[in-house]
């Protein structure tokens, strides 16, 4: 495979490069602990995977993180799964998270939008006092170590609160947005068996008001372990019968007390998107997550404190754990609660203007939407501020490079950033100091040894394969909940190279270093051994503007055949007649090959997709396979089910 794009869309200018913190990470690292002093990031990056205890060694003291107990050595057992980081330390997340108001005490730490699109700060102080009088109210509710509190929360301060009180104490904290359905909630809740619930009475989004207390009932009943219900009354109803009262837990005026757990301690559970089966719980660490976070947010984001952070996300998502980590940079974090295209399509761009973001991340979707609804963000918003635009959620296509080149500014740094759930970090993206190629992700992370293998577990430069990370990473899970002898863990990751971390994406990683992602490979099109990412079909296809969205599967037939249908849900006032046929086919065949273009183009009413937004090809698959609609896939984790009846209908009149 030839490199397509020789010439970089964006390059940093010498000043940029040395004012970046990676840069004098680089400097202090190689005067002190023998990292190389020349050779930038790629240098830099191979010493972070040939020294792996070096190098976190080095990230802990140059962020100055603050270990009660000192650990005994870096890593003690090597071996993934079950790899033992800084054993013996202690710390709190949440005491690194609070570092800031210490020098900063009248600035803001949180600034909370909603629909009007006006920011309201909360500052340093202010957070600060509020998670000392949540914690030691959690405490006197008897809160341990290790018991779990949820959150069925939107987007808002109080959810920020209520996770760092809970870290505080040496709680396990877990959250889903209020736009899941109760038994959503109740798949993923269950599993950890909550002893505390904060919850809202509703929220607004689109303009309109939901009211969730029916679904809070739900909740309360299906969840028996609860000792207590608080209620943030953000439509402003009273409290139900026997729930505590958000303003009286929080108006208390104690200094936090941070209990200091071993570094290894449970942090916080997240999902899987649970498309067949229960979600899995994955548990993450305080210590792994805060080495990890302020490696990736201090380093690769370039986050400090004069910057202000902004993702478009959802307490659901992974990427609202990630946006919060922006405390331990001592960053401003944006929280936004709301539609992202309300009232108009350029929402985000309006938010980032008032916020004065300097790093705004939102989903490639989001990009390739503005792009079609014709936003110029340069010429109705001050972007000014703005340095980085980052997006994740899908790889962003060559056109998404451009436009936002083009239509934000030239000289911006563009991070197409690809990570999981299951690490809540990247594996590949942001690199403040490097070039931006189109549709390419700029570098592996630092002490992230990622490569791209072929089937035999050969490492492969310039080609497709399976995306491994050949060393352990400090946020990799501790373990799954509920998955007492780790089989769970290790069927997800490590059944198909033993002692390798292997993610389910085709990558390319490229002879300049930069990282092409292709799409999931467990729903990969495989034409004649010749493998190919759906992303690329979705690519070429959306660009045409009678298509709103497209499916692509590909599926192994009986007889040895394989049937590759492509699935096109149309804009308004388009007709898939035989001139739009011949167009789809013929800008697949042009901008990738003849091998990409479907057997099959029809028409369906709509894509289905996660709760978190990425369409589902694997539960698709299962159904045009013959599979039953309720093996193939998890009902509560689908946006809209009466989607799936189309594809099951269909396998039906295939049968």
Known sequence: MSIANPQPLWQPDPQRIARAQVTKFQAWAAENHGAPADGGYPALHRWSVDELDTFWKAL????????????ARVLGDRAMPGAQWFPGATLNYAEHALRAAATRADEPALLHVDESHEPRPVTWAELRRQVGSLAAELRALGVRPGDRVSGYLPNIPQAVVALLATAAVGGVWTSCAPDFGARSVLDRFQQVEPVVLFTVDGYRYGGKQHDRRDVVAELRRELPTLRAVVHIPVLGTEAPEG????????????????????FDHPLWVLYSSGTTGLPKAIVQSQGGILVEHLKQLGLHCDLGPEDRFFWYTS?????????????LTGTTIVLY??????????AQWRVAERTEATLYGTSAAYVMACRKADVHPARDYDLTKVRCVATTGSPLPPDGFRWLHDEVRDDLWIASVSGGTDVCSCFAGAVPTLPVHIGELQAPGLGTDLQSWDPSGKPVIDEVGELVVTNPMPSMPIYFWNDPDGSRYHDSYFDTYPGVWRHGDWITVTSRGSVIIHGRSDSTLNRQGVRMGSADIYEAVERLPEIKESLVIGIELPDGGYWMPLFVHLAPGATLDEALL???????REQLSPRHVPDEIIEVPGVPHTLTGKRIEVPVKRLLQGTPLEKAVNPGSIDNLDLLHFYEELARKRA
């Open 60 to 71: 802990t003291e140059w962020f100055d993180v603050r270990f009660t107990t000192p650990y």
């Open 243 to 262: 729930a505590l009262e958000w303003s009286a837990l929080t108006a208390g005026d104690e200094e936090p007390v941070f209990e200091q757990v071993p």
């Open 315 to 327: 307490t659901g998502w992974m990427m609202w754990n990630f946006l919060v980590s922006g405390l």
């Open 337 to 346: 609660d709301g539609s992202p295209g309300y009232p108009d399509t350029g």
């Open 582 to 588: 011949s167009r789809i086919k013929a800008t697949i």
